[in-house]
Structures are given as C-alpha cells and as structure tokens.
C-alpha cells in the first residue's frame, strides 16, 4: 500500500549469492524518505515519511539488465493526517520472482 522509492535507499554490498536458484548480488539497504500515501481516490492524498530496512538480491539477467529476485525489508511508515496527528505502522515486505528463463514453448496442436 506504500511506493518504496528504491532511488532513496542506501545500498552496501553484502557478496554474491544464489537466490531463487540465480547468482545474485545482496546488498543490505536502508534510508528513510517521504512520500505520499492515498488509501482510496475519495479521500485523497496525505504526507507519510517511510524508513526502510532489510534485504534485497539483484541479478543481471542475460542482458537485459538487472532482476530484484528477493526481497526482504521492513517498512516503518508515519502518516500525517488532515489534523496533523500521526499513524504509524510496520509492514514486512517479502517477494521472490521464481522462474526466470524458465519459459516452455509447446509444439502447436495438429
């Protein structure tokens, strides 16, 4: 529900690893930025301030350029609300993309 802005993160190489059966490099990344959240169109938009930390492995695949194959990051966000009062919140992000290059091409039915 909130845009992680990847720009705003500090990354520190943690070594190259497999993730998701892809050779990968971690980095450990954090940052603190602001942005905006809208919970739904009616209401719209109000000031959130997000700290990230955690994990993320990037490969570069087969020339197309770099993949996020997982992440693991823990998003602490402050929302500021039409009053000036605040709501925070901690949401774990988790994904893996799986399959890549995996794609299968069936002979056409005759």
């Not at 990344?29 to 700290?51: I, L, Q, R």
């Not at 930390?53 to 990037?58: P, R």
């Not at 602490?76 to 290059?101: A, F, Y």
Request: proline share 5%; with cysteine; hydrophobic share 30%.
């Amino acid at each position: 529900k909130y845009d992680i802005d990847y720009q705003k993160l500090v990354y520190v190489n943690a070594g190259n690893e497999t993730a998701n059966g892809m050779e990968c490099t971690h980095y450990q990344v954090s940052g603190t930025f602001d942005g905006e959240y809208e919970p739904n169109p009616d209401m719209g938009k109000y000031p959130v301030t997000m700290t990230v930390s955690g994990d993320v492995w990037i490969a570069d695949i087969n020339g197309a350029g770099p993949a996020l194959i997982r992440q693991r990051l823990l998003l602490k966000s402050d929302v500021t609300g039409t009053n000036g009062d605040h709501m925070k919140e901690e949401t774990s992000v988790e994904d893996d993309t799986l399959d890549i290059n995996s794609t299968v091409i069936e002979a056409p039915i005759r």
